[in-house]
């Protein structure tokens, strides 16, 4: 008995240790095909980096390095850029940030840790990274031979004013349309949209996944929680749910491997 207590014991100790050490340390990089036609667009995004603490300058750097090996003409970031409003050298941190590199250009939402005492930092940070912060609003953007993809950002959904009917009103006539939301639960409000794909963060995937137990949830995040989920059969909008990069409340992930996610679409 006392044998088995002590396996036991060891057996959490070295899980725990890998949940701290190890996972939030990896950084896989997921790749999907998007559209049948023969025109490719490579958009990559990004999500829930939460600097601080336990994800550090040299961490973004490293992971600049990396998206930039992958060429994208496209980065978005779907929102939570620091983790709380911690004091950490907020923005020499986040300065390598600038050495994103994307041929069409790079873009953001606010997510909900972006609205809090953090909101005065987050728009100039990323302005000074040569991001455009999307606020209800799209780009349209040339994709080559007369195709254009389109780019809608939508505040957030927990302490901003989203206008979500204005973000998809600004998508209009584009050949390919990506909504940008940080809360993947208000994809539902996209249904009757005719958008091909939403890309949302916000959830990490459940941060802590252990066998046996619920998924860890947080609001608007509790019914799409990672990867892709069809919102609407009838006119294939897509949603994908990026586990993200960093963590919160505790510096731990199991199972929830971090993430870069990269969309090749091709539009016909």
Same mark, same amino acid.
């Given at each position: 008995?006392?044998?088995?207590?002590?396996?036991?014991?060891?057996?959490?100790?070295?899980?725990?240790?890998?949940?701290?050490?190890?996972?939030?340390?990896?950084?896989?990089?997921?790749?999907?095909?998007?559209?049948?036609?023969?025109?490719?667009?490579?958009?990559?995004?990004?999500?829930?980096?939460?600097?601080?603490?336990?994800?550090?300058?040299?961490?973004?750097?490293?992971?600049?390095?990396?998206?930039?090996?992958?060429?994208?003409?496209?980065?978005?970031?779907?929102?939570?850029?620091?983790?709380?409003?911690?004091?950490?050298?907020?923005?020499?941190?986040?300065?390598?940030?600038?050495?994103?590199?994307?041929?069409?250009?790079?873009?953001? +939402?606010?997510?909900?840790?972006? #609205? $809090?005492?953090?909101?005065?930092?987050?728009?100039? &940070?990323? /302005?000074? !990274?040569? *991001?455009?912060?999307?606020?209800?609003?799209?780009?349209?953007?040339?994709?080559?031979?007369?195709?254009?993809?389109?780019?809608?950002?939508?505040?957030?959904?927990?302490?901003?004013?989203?206008?979500?009917?204005?973000?998809?009103?600004?998508?209009?006539?584009?050949?390919?349309?990506?909504?940008?939301?940080?809360?993947?639960?208000?994809?539902?409000?996209?249904?009757?949209?005719?958008?091909?794909?939403?890309?949302?963060?916000?959830?990490?995937?459940?941060?802590?996944?252990?066998?046996?137990?619920?998924?860890?949830?947080?609001?608007?995040?509790?019914?799409?929680?990672?990867?892709?989920?069809?919102?609407?059969?009838?006119?294939?909008?897509?949603?994908? +749910?990026?586990?993200?990069?960093? #963590? $919160?409340?505790?510096?731990?992930?199991?199972?929830? &491997?971090? /993430?870069? !996610?990269? *969309?090749?679409?091709?539009?016909?």
């Amino acid at each position: 008995m006392k044998k088995t207590i002590m396996t036991a014991f060891g057996g959490l100790g070295l899980l725990a240790a890998y949940s701290i050490l190890v996972e939030p340390n990896r950084l896989a990089v997921k790749k999907y095909e998007m559209g049948t036609g023969q025109k490719r667009l490579r958009v990559v995004q990004l999500t829930d980096i939460h600097i601080g603490p336990f994800y550090p300058r040299r961490k973004v750097a490293r992971l600049v390095r990396k998206v930039n090996r992958l060429s994208p003409d496209v980065v978005v970031f779907t929102g939570d850029l620091y983790d709380r409003f911690i004091r950490y050298r907020r923005e020499d941190a986040a300065k390598p940030l600038v050495e994103l590199e994307a041929s069409l250009g790079k873009f953001a +939402v606010w997510g909900n840790h972006d #609205c $809090t005492k953090m909101a005065r930092w987050y728009a100039p &940070v990323l /302005e000074r !990274a040569r *991001f455009i912060l999307l606020e209800n609003e799209a780009v349209i953007l040339p994709a080559g031979e007369g195709r254009t993809l389109a780019i809608g950002g939508t505040d957030d959904l927990l302490y901003g004013e989203p206008d979500i009917k204005q973000t998809v009103r600004g998508t209009a006539g584009s050949d390919y349309q990506i909504i940008l939301m940080h809360e993947p639960d208000g994809a539902d409000r996209l249904q009757g949209s005719g958008v091909n794909l939403i890309l949302s963060g916000h959830t990490h995937g459940g941060q802590i996944r252990l066998p046996l137990l619920p998924t860890v949830t947080t609001d608007l995040g509790k019914k799409y929680i990672r990867g892709f989920y069809t919102i609407n059969p009838e006119n294939s909008t897509e949603l994908y +749910v990026n586990k993200g990069i960093g #963590c $919160t409340q505790i510096p731990a992930r199991l199972g929830a &491997v971090p /993430e870069i !996610a990269v *969309f090749d679409i091709k539009m016909v």
